[in-house]
């Protein structure tokens, strides 16, 4: 079974670059059937994806996010790794990394990391 | 605001059925595949629904999901207790983003 562990810092000043990096156990981060993904979630609202990404590093990025995301995976430490730049108090939330099975169009996310805190703030 | 509608609440007593709705449009949930999520307090999101109908192995088969045309709804009989928290359905957008709904909140009366 698939297990996403999510790790980086908790609390990030505004207008810097939030980094989170998900690691990856008891599945290939190379498999052709699954690609990695983010997701978020505000305080008191709903998920918000964020993008998602093939070990090969063919990436999709939330439209609204995309001048200030980018993600990358390391094949070697089965970890992929999210960066959004000049961050705001509307980057605060639980961030979520998982995996994604299946292809554009007709895929799910069926694992999920336990989602890690980042606030923004000074 | 959600591009995928859902009602921000429901309600049932146990055993009863509910239905949850989810909204979108001929370029998300009518071209593409819905998947649905449970959000209980404290926990991950999980799985419920994926390719608009399939459960994965360990779904009890209360929880259904169905689509036509540009709306799916989540079907959950035999209402649980433990079934109280957020539901989020969620599709890929021809724009190449994937939407979730907005959530919502089932409460278990």
């Known amino acids: 079974q698939v297990q996403l562990q999510e790790s980086g810092p908790g609390l990030v000043e505004p207008s810097e670059t939030l980094s989170l990096t998900c690691t990856i156990s008891?599945?290939?981060?190379?498999?052709?059937?699954?690609?990695w993904g983010w997701i978020r979630q505000p305080p008191g609202k709903g998920l918000e994806w964020i993008g998602s990404i093939f070990h090969t590093g063919t990436a999709y990025y939330k439209s609204s996010l995309k001048s200030r995301l980018t993600m990358s995976v390391d094949t070697s430490k089965s970890q992929f790794s999210l960066r959004l730049s000049s961050v705001t108090a509307t980057d605060t939330a639980v961030y979520y990394c998982?995996?994604?099975?299946?292809?554009?169009?007709?895929?799910?996310?069926?694992?999920w990391g336990q989602g890690t805190l980042v606030t923004v703030s000074s | 605001q959600s591009v995928l509608t859902q009602p921000p609440s429901a309600s049932g007593t146990p055993g009863q059925r509910v239905t949850i709705s989810c909204s979108g449009s001929?370029?998300?949930?009518?071209?593409?595949?819905v998947t649905w999520y449970q959000h209980l307090p404290g926990t991950a999101p999980k799985l419920l629904i994926f390719g608009n109908n399939q459960r994965p192995s360990g779904v009890p088969d209360r929880f259904s999901g169905s689509k036509s045309d540009t709306s799916a709804s989540l079907a959950i009989s035999g209402l649980q207790p433990e079934d109280e928290g957020d539901y989020y359905c969620a599709a890929w957008d021809d724009s190449l983003n994937v939407l979730f709904g907005g959530g919502t909140k089932l409460t278990v009366l």
């Open positions: 998982a995996r994604q099975t299946g292809w554009v169009g007709d895929s799910c996310f069926d694992g």
């Open positions: 001929s370029s998300n949930i009518g071209s593409n595949y």
């Open positions: 008891g599945d290939s981060i190379t498999s052709s059937s699954h690609f």
